[in-house]
T-cell receptor, first 115, second 112 residues
Framework: EPEVTQTPSHQVTQMGQEVILRCVPI?????FYWYRQILGQKVEFLVS????????KSEIFDDQFSVERPDGSNFTLKIRSTKLEDSAMYFC?????????????FGDGTRLSIL | GESVGLHLPTLSVQEGDNSIINCAYS??????FIWYKQESGKGPQFIID?????DKRQGQRVTVLLNKTVKHLSLQIAATQPGDSAVYFC???????????FGAGTTVTVRA
């Protein structure tokens, strides 16, 4: 069964450093998403991406965050200058169609630890 | 505002019994709902979805019920097995948005 893959599984970074989280969505999917989950809390939406542009973003997704689809298979989340409160699990998801039409399928996440 | 929540944070079930996990939502414009299962160290795994034009949908050992009148969603798991132990989330999407809004999750523990 096709799946979303994320790398690395765990990233430890010094506060203020840049970090890039990588995702390979399911190959025939066209809609891509990033979510985060702070330990013990809900899964929170960050951003959705379709047709090479951001389609929706949350208040969390401020100027420190950016997303990119650098080639036909990867989808990345960059945090420009990390803060302690960015420590969380970051999940990538993809769907074949827009929400309300096709479900989102999630990867197993990257645990980001900011020191 | 938009809010999705589950009634109980934990549920303990005897192996072989049926489980019922509940979820309430507040956005009356929501028209698509999904149940996810999250095991330790893994991402949310799709279980079943339902659109607002339906009130019941069945999958393998799972049934989702939607009551739009009281804005309530439930997931029923038949003959619960040890492998069903996980955190279960309901999620919903507004009628025109891209994002999913998740509830807080119910931790299901299956007793042998």
């Amino acid at each position: 069964e096709p799946e979303v893959t994320q790398t690395p599984s765990h990233q430890v970074t010094q506060m203020g450093q840049e970090v890039i989280l990588r995702c390979v969505p399911i190959s025939n999917h066209l809609y891509f998403y990033w979510y985060r989950q702070i330990l013990g809390q809900k899964v929170e939406f960050l951003v959705s991406f379709y047709n090479n542009e951001i389609s929706e973003k949350s208040e969390i997704f401020d100027d420190q965050f950016s997303v990119e689809r650098p080639d036909g298979s990867n989808f990345t989340l960059k945090i420009r200058s990390t803060k302690l409160e960015d420590s969380a699990m970051y999940f990538c998801a993809s769907s074949a169609g827009p929400q309300g039409n096709q479900p989102q399928h999630f990867g197993d996440g990257t645990r980001l630890s900011i020191l | 505002g938009e809010s999705v929540g589950l009634h109980l944070p934990t549920l303990s079930v005897q192996e072989g019994d049926n489980s019922i996990i509940n979820c309430a939502y507040s956005n009356s414009a929501s028209d698509y709902f999904i149940w996810y299962k999250q095991e330790s160290g893994k991402g949310p795994q799709f279980i079943i979805d339902i659109r607002s034009n339906m009130d019941k949908r069945q999958g393998q050992r799972v049934t989702v019920l939607l009551n739009k009148t009281v804005k309530h969603l439930s997931l029923q798991i038949a003959a619960t097995q040890p492998g069903d132990s996980a955190v279960y989330f309901c999620a919903e999407n507004g009628s025109r948005g891209y994002k999913l809004s998740f509830g807080a999750g119910t931790t299901v523990t299956v007793r042998a």
